[in-house]
């Protein structure tokens, strides 16, 4: 059996960074994701790493940027109105084609908000968030475990696509502690030729950039970044479909919502209300063919989310708007109960 240890989310987190190959961590403390950056503190001068507290959110990113152009694992946390300063710095790298994990531990917004948990960053990350044409891999974890498992997935997909991820979770799961499996982990290494790590053997200079004055060069470039992320669409999107065989509701949510869903989803399947979730867990790619699917079958779906409804907007275009797509949704830190879920799954129902 598989040794559980008893970590808090964004402990199991920063733990597994380290277990993937990272060795380069710069960050700037703000709540709900401060832990990351306290553990990674301790734990990188142990065993050869660095931690870096910048002097701004901005520094980090660019940081990051650079250590990953030098063709090493890097990575930053900070919680929503860090990663809006981090955007710039994050669509940079896009530009460069330059892999690394972006950790969003969400919080209330907009502004400064409040340090509760929040789902309202998912336009921001699955939209681009920052200028210019250019997708983040988005993976948002529902546990503990999964805060450990994505994150170290996380890396893998980064290197093998050479482009940016954000691992969206919020402030509920980044403080909340469970048993983590932390055994037979199996960690992917990628060649980096591209790196700009000194000539070496090559008769070439490495140069990374994302400056063309050239315009039908810059066109090129996002054209072809675009075929790549096809491939991506196609090879890697994640959902879990939970009592889905024969519903006839359909619930979409991620992250504590689908935790908080999966109860409301027991209790109204003890009254008989045919009802069950597809949880997707790479927001992008969005896992539009399961959503296709499921509304050749179910009467209508429930987008449930900690937002003004957010998500809805990409399940109304998964599905071509040809199934009712209803909100339950609470926002500003506040989290909704089962019975609020399944209040809105009866009335579906009706």
């Not at 475990?145 to 980044?174: C, H, N, V, W």
């Not at 790479?282 to 699917?293: G, I, N, Q, S, Y």
Request: hydrophobic letters at 40%.
């Amino acid at each position: 059996m598989a040794e559980k240890v008893l970590m808090k989310g964004n402990e199991a987190l920063a733990e597994a960074a380290i277990v993937a190959g990272c060795r380069h961590y710069f960050g700037y403390p703000i709540t709900p994701q401060t832990e990351v950056a306290a553990y990674m503190a301790k734990r990188m001068p142990k065993i050869g790493g660095t931690f870096l507290q910048a002097e701004s959110e901005i520094a980090a990113i660019n940081m990051v940027l650079g250590a990953s152009a030098a063709g090493v694992r890097s990575m930053t946390s900070s919680s929503s109105p860090g990663i809006s300063l981090k955007s710039e710095g994050i669509s940079y790298m896009a530009g460069c084609d330059l892999p690394a994990v972006i950790v969003n531990v969400e919080r209330g917004g907009p502004g400064l908000g409040g340090i509760q948990p929040s789902q309202s960053d998912y336009y921001q990350a699955t939209k681009g968030g920052g200028h210019g044409d250019y997708h983040l891999i988005v993976l948002a974890p529902a546990s503990v475990q999964e805060m450990f498992s994505m994150t170290i997935k996380g890396f893998d997909l980064a290197d093998k696509y050479r482009m940016p991820l954000m691992i969206l979770t919020d402030g509920t799961i980044g403080q909340m502690m469970e048993p983590v499996s932390i055994d037979q982990v199996q960690v992917n290494t990628y060649e980096k030729p591209w790196a700009a790590c000194g000539r070496g053997n090559r008769d070439h200079r490495n140069i990374v950039n994302s400056l063309s004055l050239n315009a039908p060069e810059l066109e090129q470039w996002n054209f072809d970044r675009y075929k790549r992320y096809e491939i991506v669409k196609k090879e890697e999107v994640m959902y879990e479909e939970f009592m889905m065989e024969d519903a006839e509701i359909c619930v979409v949510a991620f992250g504590i919502a689908s935790r908080v869903s999966k109860n409301a989803i027991v209790e109204a399947r003890k009254n008989g209300i045919k009802v069950g979730m597809i949880r997707p867990i790479t927001l992008w790619p969005f896992p539009e063919e399961a959503l296709k699917k499921a509304a050749e079958k179910v009467k209508s779906f429930i987008s449930v989310e900690l937002s003004m409804g957010q998500m809805i907007d990409d399940i109304k275009l998964a599905i071509n708007c040809s199934k009712p797509v209803t909100l339950c949704n609470r926002t500003g830190g506040v989290i909704m109960s089962p019975q609020e879920v399944y209040e809105a799954i009866e009335k579906a129902a009706k």
